[in-house]
C-alpha cells in the first residue's frame, strides 16, 4: 500500500469548534514549559556573547571567572570545538556554498551575540555572575552588514563564504523584454521587507542529562522538530541514536523560530556528558533578540507588465536575501528568497517569469524560518504593484485581480516556476472579499475622509499556500528532503482509542484537533481518545511546520485507523452475521448497514477482540493497533485572501489598522474555532511586521532594537475587529479533505497591510516602498511627493 493512500474518514466531530481539551493546564499555569524541568543535581548555563560583529579571537581568560562561587567548569571555542567542529549546513545545489557554524567560535566571530565561552554554576545567576569576569581579546575586522553593498564588496563577512554568496539561482528564465516593451502599462518598485524575530512567547531552552552507566541521553527542548533534533544530535556529536531521546514538553509559541537545529543545543548535550550531571539552558529576552534565529529580510526588485485590459502579461524578481553570518539549518537562507520566487506568480495567470534570487553573507545573526516563510516579502511586492497598476488604469483592486486569477475553468494550471494547481477557489475569494468589505461605500468614505484631512486606505492580498509540506512540496522547494511521518493507532480492550504521534504542539491545539481525527475514524466520541506526544520515543514525524500537522495527523492517524478497521469489522461481522463490508462505525457503535436493529457497543466489539478468541475469523491478528505512515502524492494547496482598511493621522504620521478581513479555504476545518485562531493570530503578526517589527542594526553590526522597548510587538490595542469568512473545498490528498493552513495569514496579512498604507498615501500622490511603515518613513514619503512642503506653505 503506499504511503500517499488517502484514507476514508467520515467527518462527524470533524467541523465542529469543540473546545481545545489543552486548555485547562495552560490557563491554570499547569503546564510544564521547558524552564519548568528542574532535575536533580541539575546545573544551569550561561553564555557569553561576542560584543563585535566580526572579528578575531586572540585570547580568552577564564580564570578569574573559574574562581567565582558555583561554578561548576568553563569552556571557549577550543574545548566545544575539539568535541564538535559545529553546525555544517549545505543543500544539494550546484554553487550552493556550505558553512560551518561552531558553537561557541574559536577563531572568526562573524556577528553581534555569537557565543564565545560558556560557563555552568550551580544557578542561572551564579553563572551569569562569572561572564563578567571573564576578559576576551578581541580583534575587530571589517564589518559587512548591507546586503547589496556586500555583493561586490572586497570585504567578507564570514571567511568560509566567497563573495559573500551563499547561493545565486536563475530557477526561472523566461524572455520577458518583448512583454514589458509591448505592454500598454508597466509597475514597478524595490520592495524592503524588515528583519525581524518571531518573539514567540516563551524564548528557547533546552535541557539535557547523560546517564553514564546506561549510555543515554535525554534531552528537554522547546522545538518543533523532535526527531530532526534527535538526528542530527546523534550525526554532530557521534552519539548512538537509539540510545537518544527528545522530549518536548509545553512550548510556548514557536513560529519556525524553534523549528531549527540550534548551537546551544548541542553545547548543552557536550556539557551534560562531560560533567555527568543534568544541564539546563534558557535564553533570555535580550538573548533571543539577538541570537534566534532572525527572519524576513529581502529586498524585492519587482516589474509586472500588463496589457490594456489590466491583464497579466509578465512578471520580472530579483530577490536579495541578506542571510546573516551563516546557514540556519535545515532551512538555509534558501528559505526566503529563493523559496520566494518558486511561488511569485501564485494565484495568477502570469504567461512569463523571470525570476532570480541572491542569498548573501552578512555579519548578522543567521536568517531562518519564520511563519510564511520566504513568501511574505514577494506576496507584499506583487500584491502592491497589483493595487498600482490598478490605480493606473482605473480598475478597482478587486477588478484587475477578478481579470487575473486562475479560475476553476483553467485546472489544473502550471504556473511559470513549474507548480501545478489542481484547485483553487481564486475568483471565489476576490468575489467573497469584494463582498465583505463593500467597495463602493468604502471609496465614498475615503473620499469623505480626504475632505477633512483623513487618509484610509484599503489594501487587498489574493495568497495560494502551499500546506502540509512532505517530499514532494520540498523537492519543488529545492529541498532535496524525503519527509517521514508516522502515528500508531491502537483500540484498547476498553474500546478507548490511543493514538501515538510524532507531529508536537506549539500552542496550535493539537491534542484537540488530532483526537477529532481519531474519533471520526472510528466513529467514537472524542472524549474516548487519548493523544501520547511529545517524545521521540513515540513516533517519527518530519516536524510541526510548514502548515503540515493537520495533513500528516489526518494522513497517519487515518491510514493507521483503517488497518485497525478492517481488523474490528472482521470481528464484528462474525458477532452480527453480516459481511465485513456492511459493517460501519458511527455514535460509538458498530452495526449493519440499513439494518439498524444489528447493532453492538464498539467497546464490546473491542472486548472480543481481546478476549473471545470464539468470534475470530480463522486467521485472524488480534492485534488492534497499527502504525502508518503518510506523504501526500502532491502538492497540497490552501488559498485565500486577507483585506485590510487603514488610516494614517496627517499630523503624526502614525498609521492605524481600522478594519480587517479574511477569506479561508483549508479544505475541511476540523474545527472552526481554531482555525479562525490561527487567523487571527497570524494576521496581528502581519500587523506587527509592516507597522511595528524591526530589528535594526547599525553599520558596526550592532543591534540596535535590542529590548522590547525598541523592538515593538502589536498589543491588542493594535489590532481591530476581524471578520473571517471561510469557502471549503476539501483535498482528494488528504484523508478528510484536510489542508494546512497556519502559514497562510503571514503570507497575506502583510501585502494587505502594506496595501492599504500605500492606498492611503496614493491620495496625495505618495508611495512608500520600505517597511515597517513607521511615522518617520511615511513623513519622508509624504515629503517626497511634496505634501509637507505644500502643508507648510499654505501654513505660511
Not at 557521534?238 to 546551544?264: S, Y
Not at 487575473?404 to 484547485?423: C, H
Not at 508516522?486 to 507531529?503: D, F, L, M
Amino acid at each position: 500500500m503506499s504511503k500517499s493512500e488517502v484514507a476514508q474518514i467520515r467527518p462527524k466531530s470533524i467541523g465542529t469548534s469543540i473546545p481545545r481539551r489543552e486548555d485547562p493546564g495552560l490557563l491554570t499555569g499547569r503546564a510544564r514549559y521547558i524552564a519548568d524541568i528542574v532535575l536533580p543535581d541539575m546545573l544551569h548555563v550561561a553564555i557569553l556573547r561576542s560584543p563585535v560583529a566580526h572579528g578575531r579571537i586572540r585570547h580568552i581568560d577564564t580564570a578569574a571567572a573559574q574562581a567565582m562561587p558555583g561554578v561548576e567548569l568553563i569552556w571557549t571555542g577550543q574545548d566545544s570545538h575539539a568535541r564538535c567542529p559545529g553546525i555544517a549546513s549545505t543543500l544539494e545545489q550546484k554553487g550552493f556554498v556550505a558553512t560551518v557554524q561552531p558553537l561557541l567560535a574559536h577563531d572568526e566571530i562573524c556577528f553581534v551575540g555569537e557565543g564565545i565561552a560558556v560557563v555552568v554554576a550551580h544557578s542561572r545567576a551564579q553563572a551569569e555572575d562569572a561572564l563578567e569576569r571573564i576578559e576576551a581579546d578581541i580583534e575587530e575586522l571589517p564589518v559587512v552588514t548591507d546586503a547589496v553593498a556586500a555583493i561586490d564588496a572586497d570585504d567578507l563577512a564570514n571567511a568560509a563564504v566567497p563573495a559573500n554568496m551563499v547561493y545565486h539561482s536563475n530557477r526561472v528564465t523566461d524572455p520577458v523584454e518583448d512583454a514589458f516593451a509591448n505592454a500598454a502599462l508597466s509597475v514597478q518598485g524595490c520592495f524592503h521587507t524588515p528583519r525581524v524575530n518571531a518573539a514567540p512567547m516563551e524564548t528557547r531552552g533546552f535541557v539535557a542529562r547523560h546517564e553514564w552507566t546506561s549510555g543515554t541521553l535525554t534531552c528537554w527542548s522547546a522545538t518543533q522538530m523532535p526527531s530532526f533534533i534527535k538526528t542530527m544530535t546523534a550525526i554532530f556529536l557521534q552519539f548512538p541514536e537509539h540510545n537518544l531521546e527528545v522530549i518536548t514538553p509545553a512550548v510556548g509559541g514557536g513560529f519556525g523560530q524553534k523549528a531549527h537545529l540550534h548551537p546551544e543545543e548541542l553545547l548543552t548535550c557536550l556539557l551534560s556528558i562531560e560533567l555527568g550531571r543534568p544541564v539546563s539552558w534558557i535564553e533570555d529576552r535580550q538573548e533571543n533578540l539577538f541570537r534566534a534565529p532572525q527572519a524576513k529580510q529581502q529586498i524585492n526588485d519587482m516589474a509586472l507588465a500588463v496589457d490594456d485590459q489590466g491583464r497579466f502579461l509578465a512578471l520580472r524578481d530579483r530577490v536579495i536575501t541578506d542571510s546573516g553570518a551563516y546557514n540556519s539549518l535545515p532551512w538555509t537562507p534558501l528559505v526566503e528568497g529563493h523559496a520566494g520566487i518558486l511561488v511569485v506568480t501564485d494565484p495568477y495567470k502570469i504567461a512569463a517569469l523571470s525570476a532570480q534570487s541572491l542569498s548573501v553573507t552578512t555579519n548578522k545573526c543567521p536568517i531562518g524560518a519564520y511563519r510564511g516563510v520566504g513568501f511574505t516579502a514577494p506576496t507584499l511586492a506583487r500584491e502592491v504593484l497589483i493595487d498600482r497598476a490598478a490605480r493606473k488604469l482605473g480598475l478597482s483592486p478587486f477588478e484587475i485581480r477578478r481579470r487575473n486569477v486562475i479560475r476553476q475553468e483553467d485546472l489544473p494550471y502550471q504556473t511559470r516556476a513549474g507548480m501545478t494547481i489542481r484547485e483553487g477557489t481564486f475568483l471565489e475569494t476576490v468575489d467573497r472579499l469584494e463582498a465583505m468589505v463593500g467597495y463602493e461605500d468604502f471609496r465614498k468614505r475615503q473620499q469623505e475622509a480626504l475632505k477633512e484631512g483623513r487618509l484610509l486606505g484599503l489594501g487587498i492580498s489574493i495568497f495560494s499556500e502551499v500546506s502540509g509540506i512532505g517530499t514532494r512540496a520540498l523537492n519543488f522547494l529545492d529541498y532535496p528532503l524525503t519527509s517521514h511521518d508516522t502515528a500508531t493507532v491502537r483500540v484498547e480492550p476498553t474500546g478507548k482509542v490511543t493514538v501515538t504521534t510524532g507531529i508536537v504542539s506549539s500552542g496550535q491545539g493539537h491534542p484537540t484537533t488530532l483526537a477529532q481525527i481519531a474519533a471520526d475514524a472510528f466513529g467514537v466520541p472524542v472524549e474516548d481518545v487519548t493523544i501520547l506526544a511529545g517524545s521521540t520515543h513515540h513516533a517519527v514525524g518530519f516536524g510541526t511546520v510548514a502548515s503540515r500537522s493537520a495533513v500528516f495527523g489526518a494522513g497517519t492517524i487515518g491510514r493507521a485507523a483503517e488497518m485497525v478497521r478492517g481488523r474490528m469489522r472482521a470481528v464484528a461481522a462474525r458477532l452480527l452475521q453480516a459481511a465485513p463490508d456492511d459493517i460501519e462505525m458511527s455514535g460509538g457503535m458498530i452495526h449493519v448497514r440499513d439494518d439498524p436493529g444489528r447493532t453492538m457497543p464498539f467497546a464490546a466489539v473491542a472486548g472480543a477482540a481481546y478476549f473471545a478468541e470464539a468470534t475470530h475469523p480463522d486467521d485472524f491478528d488480534p492485534a488492534l493497533e497499527a502504525t502508518a505512515a503518510f506523504d501526500p502524492s502532491d502538492i497540497v494547496l490552501a488559498n485565500g485572501g486577507h483585506a485590510v482598511i487603514v488610516e494614517i493621522d496627517m499630523e503624526t504620521c502614525m498609521a492605524r489598522v481600522e478594519k480587517m478581513y479574511a477569506v479561508e479555504d483549508c479544505g475541511r476545518m476540523i474545527n472552526p474555532m481554531i482555525v479562525e485562531g490561527q487567523i487571527r493570530g497570524g494576521m496581528a503578526q502581519g500587523v506587527g511586521m509592516i507597522l511595528l517589527e524591526e530589528l535594526v542594526h547599525d553599520e558596526r553590526g550592532q543591534l540596535i532594537t535590542s529590548t522590547f522597548q525598541d523592538y515593538l510587538l502589536p498589543t491588542s490595542l493594535d489590532i481591530p475587529d476581524i471578520e473571517i469568512s471561510h469557502l471549503e473545498t476539501p483535498s482528494s490528498l488528504v484523508p478528510g479533505g484536510i489542508k494546512g493552513m497556519g502559514e497562510s495569514a503571514m503570507i497575506s496579512t502583510p501585502a494587505a497591510v502594506a496595501g492599504a498604507v500605500n492606498d492611503a498615501l496614493a491620495c496625495l500622490g505618495a508611495a512608500i516602498e520600505q517597511f515597517p511603515a513607521s511615522p518617520q518613513r511615511i513623513f519622508e514619503a509624504l515629503s517626497k511627493a511634496g505634501v509637507i512642503e505644500r502643508a507648510n506653505n499654505s501654513t505660511v
